[in-house]
Nanobody, 118 residues
Framework: EVQVAESGGGLVQAGGSLRLSCAASGLRFEDYAIAWFRQAPGKEREGVSCINSDGDYTYYADSVKGRFTISRDNAKNTVYLQMNSLKPEDTAVYYC???????????WGQGTQVTVSS
């Protein structure tokens, strides 16, 4: 059974930092691209960042570029999202998802809440 789980969310003041983790099991982790999405109350889900299976390609939404950094440790089956200079508008539930190359995001975690106070 494939399991994907996010952790590391919490409450932080504006300007602070958090590091989210996405751990997966039950799949060949090194074959999967991993993406982070977020959804704020009353808003549509948006893509935040993704990293390919090898870790040599990354993407960031304009809204987080320069503040967030995605990385992966295939030995630990984990992807990280380092979030710095957090803003209240970053408040959302953050989800990670896994996709085989060229495929859709088949496996999703349950999400972790990030709340940034002003």
């Amino acid at each position: 059974e494939v399991q994907v789980a996010e952790s590391g969310g919490g409450l932080v003041q504006a300007g602070g930092s958090l590091r989210l983790s996405c751990a997966a099991s039950g799949l060949r982790f090194e074959d999967y691209a991993i993406a982070w999405f977020r959804q704020a109350p009353g808003k549509e889900r948006e893509g935040v960042s993704c990293i390919n299976s090898d870790g040599d390609y990354t993407y960031y939404a304009d809204s987080v570029k320069g503040r967030f950094t995605i990385s992966r440790d295939n030995a630990k089956n984990t992807v990280y999202l380092q979030m710095n200079s957090l803003k209240p508008e970053d408040t959302a539930v953050y989800y990670c998802a896994a996709a085989l190359s060229g495929g859709g995001y088949s496996y999703w975690g349950q999400g972790t809440q990030v709340t940034v106070s002003s």
